[in-house]
Every structure is written in structure tokens, then in C-alpha cells.
């Protein structure tokens, strides 16, 4: 584990490992597998209807970031979900995919800073660090 990644929720005892949510189970599972960093969950409940988390994720480099959200878009479809839809993925150094009731920002790390999405939605809650 990166040491600049946060420790995971989706742990034994958490809902997330258990099924409520598994679609988040599985992009958090495909964004360790690929090795995405400082990956957070927010969940959305009472801050907006567009989806139900959000999850914020950095690639090294855009190459990386491109390759994490075209292998998050296969395992989405592979499981039988519709296709996300995805933005941002010719210049990769903010890729969005749109999956629903999870909705996944990749950046490139500079990018991610400058924009600090995790600041704007948490709405003074700490955002949860996943793995």
C-alpha cells in the first residue's frame, strides 16, 4: 500500500464488503488493482441526488490514468452493469466515469490539487479513505 493512501473501508463488518453497495465494492477493488492512489469515498446521501458516492482517485500520469478508467469501464460492462459513460479521456488529466450510482473522478495528481474535489463535497465531513 502507497503510504500516502488512506486506510480501506471496505472491510469485514462494512456494508461495502457485504453487498449493499457492490458496485462500489468492485470500482474500489479495480482502482487497487490497477493502482490508483489516494483513493476516497464520499458518500452523497443528503448532498445530492446525481448518485449515491463519489470516488476520487489519482494516476501517476495521464498514460495511467487513461489505462485505469478504460479497465474500470471493462469490469463495469464484464459485470453485467450498463456502459459508463466517460469524459476526459483524450487528454486523461481529469477522467470522469459516470456509472450510475458511483460516479469516479481520476486525475492526474497536480490536477487533483488544483481542483480539490474532496474539499468542495465533503462539506466539512472527512472523506472516507479506501484502498
Known sequence: MNQAQTEPTATAGNPVSEGREPLLAM????????QAQEVVSIPLEGKSS???????ASGRSSRQVSAIAQKLSER?????????????????DWVLVDAGDVIVHLFRPEVRTFYNLERMWAFGDEPSGTA
Do not use: T
Open 76 to 92: 463495469i460492462k464484464q459485470s453485467g452493469r450498463p456502459s459508463p459513460v466517460i469524459e476526459g479521456l483524450p487528454a486523461a
Open 27 to 34: 470500482i474500489l477493488k479495480s482502482l487497487d488493482d490497477d
Open 50 to 56: 446525481i448518485a449515491d458516492y463519489l470516488v476520487i
